[in-house]
């Protein structure tokens, strides 16, 4: 083996170990050939001497100019990996008469030298004549040994003794793995909806890289055909996308639509939602009816009309939902068909073990959707372990001693259960002090019984559902419950607060308040302007819906909107603990909403009782959290 300057006596060329190999292979098989007749110019990768009838160290036809018939030993390529197995580039070797070979696809290819560098090496052999050959593998083996994870791939030669860099071109997309699939190419899904949200809120923000002036400041005419296609329930429809929103008389139409709630009763110097822990905001008012009996009860009167009259439209389908804000609890009336439900249902959050008793004390039945989930969990837990423990006692043996040993726990139990039916009193009797002790009366044994239900006041868990023909009884008890309106304070002698999406009886019409402007964030290192517009006000959840089905071309599909919600009614998204019936057969055309915030408020709320925090959509596609 020559030494050449600069190499190194640890490192072989692949073509001096296949030299190597074709050594031993041919002393192995006892076929020896001189070196005599060898040309000078062959190649370092190239043997010697060439033994007669061998194959090359690849697929291909036996090389023996005399056409011997003698056995060829197939030799296994060392440095064959699953990458470089195979070379779709196909390479044919014409041989000359001086013993010359000429390769027809590539004169030239490169190899790795010992210093990093490339050498230029021209294939030769021994053989003379002309001859061909190509790699044969089958198309499972070329779809097997194909790198397909990279573009580039470095590969042995057919020849077994170059090697060469080859691009690959992959054009079917299913022959990718997973891992060279980008996940780019994987287009999310587009969610044109999110769920129904029905918490009542009291601000919303939104923001768009696009302009958002177009939503303030109407002209008088654009605002007086909103309201007018308010009250009538007419419906614009606009393109899917606006070039200019400004100049779109009907997108400001719409959005003044989409603005408008009914109230009662209506005071203008005062505010009147929210109402719960809302004492600063009535503080320094002028409340001429706080210390007036007759106002009050003139009040109260008007009062119950509307509430009458808003009933009666739910009951006909004309009015979709209605909220009653008192200074303890919030009411949220829905017509069957919405919230997955086919009766008219009331929720009312949060409550008071007194409030309870009373609406039992009239007859109404309720329920606790919260308590009663929990409760089942709770139970399905229970049976589960109690199936466990029961397979692993089955499977150990009880002794008779660990079963006196049961028994008697079991006998301490017993006096332990009428220890607490006897009020857990027994212990003064040993201790013979019974009769200085007074004991408790009954009143006090049930409520320290029932303290469970007594810590639900003023949670989310103390949320009441009312179903049914049950819901008309809860009309009458509200109007006749004292105390419905505080006897004291500053909000003393105040009706409720009704709030519907059309109207009503004794109720004024009202519209959100919107404010556009536009301020530059920092975005990385550059500021970028971005708009923002605001609305405040007691935002319905059809009002929501509708705002954000208008931004949805207006904005060409992106914006984001953060959301206020009114804290005690953020458990009104419950769902219904007992199945119901399709709803989908419950016509709430003449509701007066849009016929898209009807099919959204339709379907079950998913939001269990949380409330939505942000809405974002990105190119026509909604994301949200809550």
């Known amino acids: 083996m020559s030494q050449q300057a600069g190499y190194s006596p640890s490192f072989k060329r692949p073509a001096e170990i296949m030299r190597m190999r074709r050594k031993r292979a041919r002393s192995d098989a006892g076929v020896f050939s001189s070196p005599s007749g060898q040309d000078s110019s062959r190649s370092p990768g190239q043997s010697g001497s060439s033994p007669a009838c061998v194959r090359p160290f690849s697929p291909g036809p036996l090389f023996n100019p005399q056409n011997c018939s003698g056995g060829g030993i197939k030799r296994r390529n060392p440095f064959a990996n699953i990458e470089n197995t195979y070379s779709p580039k196909k390479k044919f070797l014409i041989h000359n008469?001086?013993?010359?070979a000429e390769a027809t696809n590539s004169d030239r290819i490169k190899r790795p030298t010992e210093k990093g560098g490339e050498a230029d090496m021209s294939t030769t052999t021994d053989c003379q004549g002309v001859l061909s050959f190509s790699a044969s593998l089958t198309e499972a083996e070329k779809q097997e040994h194909r790198d397909i994870s990279s573009k580039k791939?470095?590969?042995?030669?057919?020849?077994?003794?170059?090697?060469e860099e080859e691009e690959e071109d992959i054009k079917s997309p299913l022959l990718k793995s997973p891992q060279a699939i980008a996940p780019a190419s994987i287009a999310p899904p587009i969610c044109t909806e999110y769920p129904a949200d029905w918490s009542l809120k009291t601000r919303l923000l939104f923001t768009s890289p696009l302009s958002l002036s177009w939503a303030e400041q109407p002209k008088a005419q654009e605002e007086a055909l909103g309201l007018s296609q308010h009250c009538r329930a007419q419906f614009s429809t606009l393109p899917?996308?606006?070039?200019?929103?400004?100049?779109?008389?009907e997108l400001r139409c719409a959005f003044q639509q989409s603005l408008v709630y009914w109230q009662h009763p209506s005071l203008p110097w005062l505010s009147l939602f929210p109402r719960i822990n809302a004492e600063r905001s009535f503080t320094g008012k002028s409340t001429p009816w706080a210390q007036d009996a007759s106002l009050q009860k003139s009040l109260m009167s008007e009062w119950s009309v509307s509430l009458s009259s808003l009933y009666s439209l739910l009951k006909a389908r004309l009015c979709p939902y209605f909220y009653l804000c008192s200074y303890q609890f919030t009411v949220l009336f829905r017509a069957a068909g919405l919230g997955g439900s086919s009766t008219i249902t009331a929720l009312i959050s949060p409550t008071t073990r007194g409030l309870r008793e009373a609406m039992k004390a009239e007859g109404i039945e309720f329920s606790l959707p919260l308590v009663e989930e929990e409760r089942k969990n709770?139970?399905?837990?229970?049976?589960h372990q109690g199936e466990e423990e029961e397979h692993r006692k089955g499977a150990e043996e009880c002794s008779e001693l660990k079963q006196g040993v049961d028994c008697q726990a079991a006998d301490e139990e017993d006096g332990c259960d009428d220890d607490d039916d006897d009020g857990g009193l027994s212990w003064l009797k040993e201790m013979g002090v019974q009769d200085k002790i007074k004991k408790p009366d009954s009143i006090s044994i049930q409520l320290r019984k029932e303290g469970h239900t007594v810590c639900l006041d003023h949670k989310p868990e103390s949320v009441v559902c009312v179903e049914g023909s049950h819901t008309f009884t809860l009309i009458n008890f509200l109007i006749n419950c004292k105390r419905l309106v505080a006897a004291a304070g500053s909000q003393a002698g105040l009706p409720p607060t009704l709030l519907a999406p059309i109207a009503f009886r004794g109720a004024a019409m009202h519209t959100l308040k919107a404010r556009s402007v536009n301020v530059k964030t920092q975005v990385g290192s550059v500021y970028q302007n971005i708009s923002s517009l605001e609305i405040t006000?007691?935002?319905?959840?059809?009002?929501?819906h509708a705002i954000t089905a208008l931004l949805r071309p207006s904005q060409k599909g992106n914006f984001s909107a953060t959301l206020y919600t009114h804290t005690p009614t953020a458990v009104m998204n419950i769902g219904n603990i007992r199945p119901q019936c399709t709803t989908s057969s419950v016509d709430l055309s003449d509701c007066g909403l849009h016929p898209a915030s009807i099919q959204q408020l339709?379907?079950?709320?998913?939001?269990?009782?949380s409330?939505?925090?942000?809405?974002?959509?990105?190119?026509?596609?909604?994301?949200?959290?809550?």
Not at 97 to 100: I, R, S
Not at 378 to 383: E, F, G, S, W
Not at 602 to 609: M, N
């Open 537 to 544: 006000g007691p935002v319905l959840p059809s009002s929501l």
């Open 378 to 383: 709770k139970d399905q837990h229970t049976l």
């Open 97 to 100: 008469d001086d013993g010359n």
């Open 611 to 626: 409330s939505l925090t942000h809405i974002n959509m990105n190119n026509y596609s909604y994301t949200w959290k809550n």
């Open 153 to 163: 791939s470095l590969t042995f030669s057919e020849d077994d003794s170059l090697f």
């Open 602 to 609: 339709q379907q079950p709320s998913s939001l269990g009782k």
């Open 240 to 249: 899917h996308s606006l070039q200019d929103p400004r100049s779109c008389s």
